[in-house]
């Protein structure tokens, strides 16, 4: 509906915004200066404990120096409370005591039958818990001592009874006047396939959670089965004009409160855990509604705090229900918007936890929660075996799939950059990147004085510090032609599917090209691929096509000739190969030397420098109609397709050592 001109600014007038937001915070009197209408407290909408939040009761405006949020007094009430602008309207006119306007009949019809249903959802709370007094309700009464829920306890989370009848809750709610069309569009009670037969009660021999919205409202009621034998130990009202379990979630108000004063959100699987947990002093604790996470309520939890910690039963259900939650929030990762997963003991849920080892317990537990690459990594490789290249590339492929699901280009570098590391950690040394190695100091083999390989690095000058050939301790000659490779793939990206196995065991010395290499991987099916690099990470790749070596590069000078690009690369990546499997066998010959010196080890360095000198030379004996390579090498095409076979037989894996 739209609102007649200065309805708003008339409630903004009439309404103290230091009031409504008083509602919600602690003002901090030390700061605050209430005669000139300044007023300053922790900001609610995210966690803090310096008083950033700035109210300024003259103009009626709220901004928090920490995370930006501002308004005013509707926008406030709609944040905070969670509702829909016109609801936020509804609430502070009503505090104001201004009338609001005519609505639209069909929308004003609607919202009253909405009010209507919320009148009959309270009177059946009342109702239910009336019946947890009384005998019948016996052996659920001694079902909740035995869940160590006290008497004060269930009056705070309003449990109820509904006894074992067809029409108990029926007949007391139409004596009371209440329409049975009413019970029905509720969801208290429901109608039979038999139309002559009249509605009967949804929840028997069940004990009764109430279900309240933001604003404490009851939408609907979740039951817990007291006999063995019924085929649904919970059951959940249905879908309603008041209740939409998918975007909704138990214990939302009062979780949201807590969490905006610091308390850790936490996302458990049912209502007696969260009662649980909130009993125990974990009040920001909330459930989905008998199903799993939905897209609304991961964006309501995001609303609610930045990083919910799911906390998982330690059984295999609970497991599946963390990997549902995990290709649920790939695409919907935002900056600062995350999830991390605690994952409890064997066998035991929150309530079993804190009921056996108490609350430290379960602190331990929140404390140590993984991030969610950690979850993504388990999934696909818990029960694994990879002892084959096939295995190994099915994992990469599986895992580079899921990782394309993520939209943010940021986050998806920085998740492979985890993922690298835990692959690292999976298939042990003979895997590791080059990385680990770092130029000797002074001293030689084995640390003594005098060795065979003194070298000790020069600070760079301040004039240079920052420049390409500064940033790594690699040889300056495979640092610029690791350079020339990304410069390479982003100038020409359709050749990145063709080098993408080498691509992906590039170890990358560089400053920022580690970044540019995963940001190619993760972008290679992008309609503009450099345009892609460029939004995520400006600097790294300024500074690689910015050098002049890379500049010079014939592939880089002419973008057109695919075909002299092809041939580079693969040229570049063996002759890159080369250069480290020979550094790396002189390296671990000179940790050997001070042994037993035979002639494996001279076979291993004479074999390193046989491969760099043929990976230097390039094919030999050109004929036919030539195409030069950026060496200067000449090659036909004939030859040409022979060098493509022949980088197709290279595997970029390190070389295992001669015994």
């Known amino acids: 509906m739209s609102l007649p001109p200065g309805f708003i600014d008339e409630l903004r007038t009439r309404v103290s915004l230091s009031q409504v937001v008083g509602r919600k915070v602690t003002w901090d009197m030390r700061k605050s200066n209430m005669a000139k209408g300044d007023w300053w407290a922790p900001c609610p909408f995210h966690q803090e404990k310096s008083a950033s939040f700035h109210v300024d009761d003259r103009k009626g405006f709220y901004y928090c120096f920490g995370c930006h949020a501002k308004g005013d007094a509707v926008t406030f009430v709609k944040e905070n409370d969670n509702v829909s602008f016109m609801e936020a309207v509804e609430i502070l006119a009503r505090e104001a005591g201004m009338q609001m306007p005519a609505r639209d009949p069909k929308a004003a019809e609607k919202a009253d039958r909405r009010t209507q249903l919320a009148q009959v959802m309270e009177e059946a709370v009342k109702w239910f818990r009336l019946q947890l007094k009384t005998s019948a309700a016996a052996e659920a009464r001694a079902y909740l001592d035995k869940r160590r829920m006290s008497p004060a306890a269930q009056d705070r989370w309003e449990i109820g009874f509904a006894p074992d009848g067809w029409h108990g809750l029926f007949n007391a709610m139409t004596q009371k006047g209440i329409a049975p069309e009413l019970l029905v569009d509720a969801g208290l009670c429901a109608k039979p396939d038999d139309a002559k037969r009249g509605p009967y009660d949804r929840f028997r021999n069940r004990i009764i959670f109430p279900i309240r919205d933001a604003r404490g409202k009851a939408i609907s009621l979740g039951g817990r089965a007291m006999s063995a034998n019924d085929p649904a130990k919970y059951l959940n009202g249905p879908e309603t004009d008041l209740f939409d379990k998918g975007r909704n979630l138990y214990n939302q108000g009062p979780a949201r409160e807590a969490?905006?004063?610091?308390?850790p959100l936490i996302v458990a699987e049912g209502y007696m855990d969260v009662i649980?947990?909130?009993?125990?002093?974990?009040?920001?604790?909330?459930?989905?509604?008998?199903?799993?996470?939905?897209?609304?309520?991961?964006?309501?939890?995001?609303?609610i705090h930045d990083e919910p910690v799911i906390a998982l039963d330690g059984d295999t259900?609970?497991?599946?229900?963390?990997?549902?939650?995990?290709?649920?929030?790939?695409?919907?990762?935002?900056a600062g918007k995350g999830l991390r997963f605690a994952i409890l003991p064997q066998g035991l849920d929150p309530d079993d936890l804190i009921k056996a080892q108490g609350a430290p317990a379960m602190k331990a537990v929140l404390d140590a929660a993984q991030p969610m690459v950690n979850l993504l990594w388990r999934?696909?490789?818990e029960g694994k075996v990879f002892d084959s290249p096939e295995r190994?590339?099915?994992?990469?492929?599986?895992?580079?799939?899921?990782?394309?699901?993520?939209?943010?280009?940021?986050?998806?570098?920085?998740?492979?950059?985890?993922?690298?590391?835990?692959?690292?950690?999976?298939?042990?040394?003979?895997?590791?990147?080059?990385?680990e190695y770092t130029p000797r100091a002074q001293g030689g083999a084995g640390g003594k004085a005098g060795g065979r390989f003194p070298f000790q690095p020069v600070a760079p000058m301040?004039?240079?510090?920052?420049?390409?050939?500064?940033?790594?301790?690699?040889?300056?000659?495979?640092?610029?032609?690791?350079a020339v490779i990304l410069a390479t793939l982003v100038i020409h990206p359709r050749l990145i599917h063709r080098f993408e196995t080498a691509l992906e065991s590039l170890d990358c010395t560089g400053e920022g090209h580690g970044l540019i290499r995963d940001l190619l991987l993760a972008h290679a099916d992008a309609p503009d691929p450099r345009a892609e690099i460029a939004a995520a990470a400006p600097a790294p790749l300024d500074a690689i096509l910015s050098h002049p070596h890379v500049r010079n590069t014939p592939a880089i000078l002419d973008p057109s000739d695919g075909e002299k690009a092809e041939f580079a690369l693969a040229q570049d990546f063996f002759i890159l190969q080369a250069e480290r499997g020979r550094r790396r066998e002189i390296e671990e010959a000179a940790q050997d030397i001070e042994?037993?010196?035979?002639?494996?080890?001279?076979?291993?360095?004479?074999?390193?420098?046989?491969?760099?000198?043929e990976a230097h030379r390039g094919p030999q004996d050109k004929t036919g109609e030539a195409v030069i390579s950026p060496n200067g090498v000449a090659l036909d095409k004939e030859e040409l397709e022979e060098a493509r076979k022949v980088y197709d037989s290279i595997r970029f894996e390190r070389p295992n050592r001669r015994n």
């Open 595 to 613: 042994g037993v010196v035979d002639e494996g080890l001279t076979w291993r360095i004479a074999k390193a420098n046989e491969a760099r000198a």
């Open 462 to 482: 301040p004039s240079t510090r920052s420049s390409l050939l500064a940033s790594s301790t690699a040889p300056v000659e495979e640092l610029l032609r690791e």
């Open 317 to 334: 259900a609970g497991f599946r229900a963390a990997l549902r939650v995990i290709d649920l929030a790939l695409p919907l990762l935002e």
């Open 379 to 381: 999934r696909e490789t």
């Open 276 to 303: 649980a947990l909130s009993e125990a002093g974990f009040t920001a604790t909330v459930a989905p509604l008998g199903t799993a996470v939905t897209e609304d309520q991961l964006r309501l939890l995001w609303r």
């Open 392 to 435: 190994k590339a099915a994992l990469d492929k599986t895992l580079r799939a899921a990782l394309k699901k993520i939209a943010d280009p940021s986050i998806r570098a920085h998740y492979g950059e985890d993922i690298k590391r835990l692959r690292l950690d999976l298939f042990g040394q003979n895997a590791r990147p080059f990385r």
């Open 259 to 263: 969490a905006g004063k610091g308390q």
